[in-house]
């Protein structure tokens, strides 16, 4: 049986969504919450708390950011807008 503290830390950071409308940020934000809940559901993942990631926004260095939230693994991502829509 695992413990929480045989589960993997990992984080969202925030993604990058300089070409996004601001209709579709809130989609961006939902999709971040789907990805969350989703990882969340596996008994050897710790989803750590959105807010501290997007606390560390402006550092830099993803690396930084693993260290100062004791992070074993972060996801990065780009959200576009395109004609065919939000990707």
Do not use: M, N, W
């Not at 300089?18 to 209709?23: C, I, R």
């Not at 710790?46 to 501290?52: E, I, N, Q, S």
Request: proline letters at 6%; aromatic letters at 4%; charged letters at 20%.
């Amino acid at each position: 049986t695992l413990s929480l503290h045989d589960a993997l830390p990992i984080s969202i950071l925030p993604f990058s969504i300089d070409a996004v409308s601001l209709e579709s940020r809130p989609l961006v934000s939902a999709l971040i919450d789907d990805i969350a809940g989703g990882l969340s559901k596996f008994r050897t993942l710790t989803v750590l708390a959105r807010g501290a990631a997007e606390a560390l926004a402006t550092v830099p260095d993803p690396r930084d950011i693993a260290v100062r939230l004791k992070a074993q693994y972060l996801i990065q991502g780009t959200a576009q807008e395109g004609s065919d829509g939000l990707r």
